[in-house]
């Protein structure tokens, strides 16, 4: 099983563009860029407006856009305040996405098919107790798969913590800050720090002496996160960013 790439919040907040469009869902990174350039329509606009951040708010808990109920006419409307988006469910699809969460209540489902079966056939089946009501599949009227639901604008996942961390080039002198997944491998970390050190391969990485596996996270070398003791306690929490040492190994390996 391939491992999943993680992501912070400023990681994706810097692809707020139609030409590099990132957004955030269900704690999934989607990359809609493929799509918006697809698309040529105004459903891109909604979208472009949440680039960059999570747009989890669009749907409900079930993965489904939400829907209200105007309190003016009593019609069911999606939930797009800021425009329809692409691929946004059919005013169809929504009607019979409410009827089939109604008809989930077991102790009112006998009731409604019973109503309902009246209203729209005007007869019952006397062979059955219930007659029940034929839901279509409202899939097949809009398209097969959404793009929230896709796979494959998926490219990783939101981390459930980030954290700072100071990497300490011994050669140099030189400590850069950066901002990490705690999920991360120190290997992932090794990724984020290439563009400020070519050669970062060609370091030993040590924290208080000790050397670090490369394979393993932070926490598990060892190096705890005290951002909420820090907190707690209401210390500058700059004052505790652990601080990784890198010791040349003179081989000026390049990634």
């Known amino acids: 099983m391939t491992r999943p790439k993680y992501f912070t919040y400023r990681d994706v907040a810097l692809h707020n563009k139609k030409d590099d469009l990132w957004v955030i869902l269900f704690k999934k ?17 909604p979208l472009l407006a949440f680039g960059g951040k999570d747009i989890g708010h669009f749907f409900d808990d079930q993965g489904e856009v939400k829907f209200h109920v105007n309190p003016e006419t009593n ?15 059919s005013h169809e699809r929504i009607e019979e996405t409410c009827l089939k969460r109604r008809f989930q209540d077991e102790n009112m489902a006998d009731k409604l098919v019973e109503r309902f079966s009246k209203q729209r056939f005007n007869k019952i089946d006397n062979n059955s107790n219930i ?7 409202t899939k097949a009227k809009d398209v097969d798969i959404p793009w929230w639901q896709d796979e ?18 011994m050669l140099i ?5 950066l901002e990490v997944c705690s999920e991360e491998t120190l290997d992932e970390i090794l990724l984020r720090y290439l563009k400020f050190n070519c050669h970062a391969r060609s370091y030993t990485w040590k924290y208080m002496g000790q050397k670090l596996m490369m394979n393993t996270t932070l926490e598990q070398n060892g190096i705890p996160d005290l951002d909420f003791k820090v907190e707690g306690l209401k210390l500058n929490a700059d004052d505790y960013i652990p601080t990784v040492n890198l010791y040349f190994n003179d081989d000026l390996t390049e990634m």
């Open 75 to 89: 019609k069911i409307h999606t939930f797009a305040p800021f425009r329809a988006f692409i691929h946004i469910p």
């Open 29 to 45: 990174v989607l990359d809609i860029t493929p799509l918006c350039q697809e698309v040529e329509s105004e459903g891109v606009f």
């Open 173 to 177: 002198k030189k400590t850069m800050v």
């Open 131 to 137: 007659l029940k009501l034929p839901v279509k599949d």
């Open 152 to 169: 494959k604008y998926v490219i990783g996942l939101l981390t459930d913590k980030s954290r700072w961390i100071k990497i300490k080039n």
